[in-house]
């Protein structure tokens, strides 16, 4: 996953959170643990960490009206903020206006949403 730290992050991390997000079990427990994993041991966690969630945002944001992207992407960030090994190395202060804006833009048009799958993934963050 040296790919994170290249100019082409977002790109690679819109096709990783389909996995991440998958309702898949098997699928979404292998490449979350190979995520985590990556991102504990970079020498930078907390960066990383900072940078992903931002590119997270931006997904979210690009692709409210598309629960195929937006589903899998709030499973994501649910992963990534309710994991305890990368909780750790979050730094809430600079990274408090990205994780703020993660959690409005799941709740947007809350009162018009059908997907039930959009509506539990936005309760879970």
């Known amino acids: 996953m040296p790919l994170l730290q290249t100019p082409y992050r977002t790109a690679v991390l819109s096709g990783l959170l389909h996995s991440v997000g998958s309702q898949v079990a098997s699928v979404a427990s292998v490449a979350f643990d190979a995520l985590k994993a990556y991102l504990v041991a970079a020498s930078d966690t907390g960066v990383l960490l900072e940078k992903v969630l931002g590119d997270l945002r931006v997904i979210l944001s ?13 499973t994501t960030a649910v992963r990534l903020l309710a994991d305890d090994d990368l909780a750790k190395n979050i730094n809430y202060t600079a990274s408090s206006q990205t994780i703020v804006a993660i959690i409005m833009t799941s709740c947007r048009g809350v009162k018009q949403l059908k997907s039930i799958e959009r509506i539990s993934g936005s309760l879970k963050l």
Do not use: E, G, T, V
């Not at 690009?62 to 589903?71: T, Y």
């Open 62 to 74: 690009a692709n409210l009206n598309n629960s195929r992207i937006f589903c899998p992407a709030i």
